[in-house]
Nanobody, 122 residues
Framework: QVQVVESGGGLVQAGGSLRLSCAAS????????MAWFRQAPGKEREFVAA???????YYRDSVKGRFTISRDNAKNTVYLQMNSLKPEDTAVYYC????????????????WGQGTQVTVSS
């Protein structure tokens, strides 16, 4: 059974940093794209960042230069380092694995985690 589990969320002041982790189990994802999405209250889920099998990375414009996605294939884990956090980054962050259809920015991933809350206070 494949599982994708996020961790590392929490409460941080504006300008602070957090590192999210996403641990996958049940199969290897070393040849699969993995991504982070987020959903703020009352808003639709949106793409944050993605990393493919060759470790090429993709970001939404509002997080470029502040967030960094990386992966450790030996640990079947993907990370999201978030620096210079802003109140508008407050959301539940979801990890997604194995792109089934669409492009990296779409929600067409096969596996999803339950999410981890990130709250940035002003």
């Amino acid at each position: 059974q494949v599982q994708v589990v996020e961790s590392g969320g929490g409460l941080v002041q504006a300008g602070g940093s957090l590192r999210l982790s996403c641990a996958a189990s049940g199969r290897t994802f070393s040849s699969s794209a993995m991504a982070w999405f987020r959903q703020a209250p009352g808003k639709e889920r949106e793409f944050v960042a993605a990393i493919n099998w060759s470790k090429s990375t993709y970001y939404r414009d509002s997080v470029k230069g502040r967030f960094t996605i990386s992966r450790d294939n030996a640990k079947n884990t993907v990370y999201l380092q978030m620096n210079s956090l802003k109140p508008e980054d407050t959301a539940v962050y979801y990890c997604a694995a194995d792109l089934a259809y669409g492009n990296y920015y779409s929600a067409g991933y096969h596996y999803w985690g339950q999410g981890t809350q990130v709250t940035v206070s002003s």
